[in-house]
């Protein structure tokens, strides 16, 4: 595949050690392909915003190599910044500033003016519905428009990458699900290739083609959301009785049917893991039906990115999380 | 040049903010006014003494109160990069491939605007208030002038200290602590053959001494213009090590990031 050959983004072996000795990354490497969401997952101080920081030039790695739109970061910093946008953790926009002049400044920094620049931002303020308070300034806005309008200025000079930085944090959750909207349709459109790091899990399960889990420095695990997923032998089933049964005769029954793992009875329920849940469900109701036991309910259950981290990490996220109280974003 | 269309930018955005808060403007320029009113009438008597040549006490303070004003405009500006710093508007600038050195040019030079109607306002409260000089129409220029060269190179430097410390209290310290003595150091209120000897040497060194004797020089009714031009071109070499030492910083910071 053509895309296999040219990634858009790739990281190979990248190590930084901060002064003051803390290891943010110990060989990170990943690639994106051209025109899909990749989201690098971990919890605070995994080294995402580090992997971002020398992915945009702002920084520079102590050893590996990275390339972005075909551009050796190290070498051609330049180049890569008038090919990419980014939303960096912090929001830069100038709040002193409307909306309309923030976009209109970093236009100017790409080169871009005139009635160029002025159709772009009309366009962008359309896009993210900021028309209204395009005059006003900007410390006015809300959280949720703040984050829109920084998004809106990493995108005037149409970046063949864009990079967000933990884009939905500190929002509320209204706010959150309209971020991921416009993310979500940003994706699909122009080509455009997005990296995407969150400590949210459900954001890069919504969001994402591709998801890294990143944990101390290093990728862990590498996969679409549902193969990461699939890769943890399945989903849990779980059937429940209207009566206690006899557990020889739900086991017996259970085992017949095909890709069944785990099997646990209760006196009025069972448990199991199957490789697809949905699939399996029909499959164990017939032979508990041909066996004469009759089922009430049956409840499916996916696993989450948080059972993957756990799988692969062997710790849970929340857990990670805690451990980390000093956010590598604030360094 | 991309520089320089970056800096005119970087410009016209702190212009416009400065433009948004009109009673920042005016607010800055209360302490000034008061020197020139207070202490005009303070002072009033002491051109009598021997051997300070002046025909009027605010001829003499008008230039050190358009120098001072200037002295602190440049000395407090690094707290506005700590404002930037802390909003992640610097980072997000390095994001894109602005010109560097029009970060902090941009900032000098609207200072420079600022300062510059700051003085013209001062300079016409200082007629106002009965300031004549020899030759004001190449004077006052000159002054004006030698004002902006010293605050760009105080602007810069507070920049470059903001940049290294990153803390606003520290710049609050640091400004408090120099700026004020840098006044008294200098031939602002006093005749500079009236202050006492170890003042004097302290004053030759001090830049503020360089602009405002280069303004009164040059508002003579006889400038000596080799005077005018050694101080013109003392500050001149300082602002320029000034700007120096801000790039030195900027590029610190950038390797901190």
Not at chain 2, 79 to 84: P, S, T, V, Y
Request: charge should be positive; hydrophobic fraction near 50%; glycine fraction near 10%.
């Amino acid at each position: 595949m053509d895309t296999q050959a040219s990634p858009a983004i790739r990281a190979a072996g990248l190590k930084k050690t901060y002064a003051g000795g803390v290891k943010a990354l110990d060989g990170l490497s990943f690639a994106v392909a051209p025109g899909t969401v990749y989201a690098l997952l971990g919890p605070n101080g995994a080294g995402k915003s580090t992997t971002v920081k020398i992915l945009t030039t702002l920084t520079k790695a102590d050893a590996g190599e990275a390339v972005v739109a075909g551009l050796d970061v190290a070498r051609r910093a330049a180049d890569v910044r008038r090919v990419i946008g980014c939303v960096a953790q912090k929001s830069g926009v100038d709040a002193n500033a409307t909306g309309r002049e923030n976009l209109r400044l970093q236009g100017r920094f790409y080169g871009m003016r005139g009635a160029a620049l002025e159709q772009r931002i009309d366009e962008l303020l359309a896009r993210f519905r900021l028309a209204e308070s395009a005059d006003k300034i900007s410390r006015t806005f809300s959280g949720g428009m703040q984050r829109k309008l920084d998004i809106a200025m990493g995108l005037i000079h149409r970046p063949a990458v864009l990079f967000l930085d933990e884009p939905t944090t500190g929002l509320d959750p209204e706010a959150r699900s309209s971020l991921w909207n416009e993310i979500s349709s940003l994706a699909g459109q122009h080509g455009i290739t997005i990296l995407l790091t969150t400590h949210y899990l459900e954001e890069a399960d919504k969001l994402a083609d591709r998801v890294g889990i990143v944990d101390r420095g290093r990728l862990v695990a590498e996969g679409t959301p549902e193969g990461l997923k699939s890769e943890l032998q399945g989903d849990a089933v779980q059937v429940e009785f209207s009566e206690p049964q006899n557990e020889a005769s739900v086991r017996a029954a259970l085992e017949r049917v095909a890709g069944i793992r785990e099997i646990v009875v209760e006196t009025q329920a069972v448990h199991a893991r199957a490789q697809h849940g949905a699939s399996a469900a029909p499959a164990i109701l017939s032979a508990l039906d041909q066996a004469g036991l009759r089922a009430m309910a049956v409840r499916i259950a996916r696993p989450s990115l948080d059972d993957v981290y756990l799988h692969y990490t062997g710790r849970s996220f929340q857990e990670a999380d805690a451990q980390q109280p000093l956010s590598e974003g604030k360094r | 040049m991309k520089l320089i269309r970056d800096s005119v930018y970087m410009t016209q955005r702190h212009l416009m903010a400065l433009w948004r808060q009109p009673f920042w403007v005016v607010f800055m320029l209360v302490q000034p006014v008061i020197w020139l009113a207070l202490y005009g009438q303070l002072f009033r008597r002491v051109v009598e003494l021997p051997g300070f040549h002046a025909t009027s006490y605010v001829s003499f303070l008008m230039p050190g109160v358009v120098v001072t004003n200037a002295l602190f405009g440049g000395g407090w500006q690094g707290m506005g990069i700590i404002a930037d710093l802390e909003r992640g508007i610097i980072d997000r600038f390095l994001l894109t491939p602005v010109s560097r050195p029009a970060i902090i040019a941009g900032r000098i030079l609207s200072l420079c605007v600022g300062g510059g109607v700051q003085s013209l306002i001062l300079i016409g409260l200082g007629f106002l208030m009965g300031a004549r000089y020899g030759s004001p129409w190449i004077g006052l220029p000159l002054l004006v002038a030698a004002s902006m060269l010293m605050m760009a190179a105080f602007g810069a430097l507070s920049n470059a200290m903001a940049l290294v410390v990153r803390k606003e209290e520290s710049v609050i310290g640091a400004s408090n602590m120099l700026l004020l003595p840098m006044t008294f150091l200098s031939p602002i209120y006093m005749a500079k053959a009236l202050m006492p000897e170890w003042m004097q040497k302290a004053a030759m060194a001090n830049p503020v001494t360089w602009a405002v004797e280069s303004g009164r020089e040059a508002l003579d009714a006889a400038p000596d213009w080799g005077r005018v031009t050694v101080r013109l071109a003392t500050l001149a070499a300082f602002t320029v090590m000034s700007m120096w030492v801000a790039t030195r910083a900027f590029r610190a910071y950038q390797r901190s990031v």
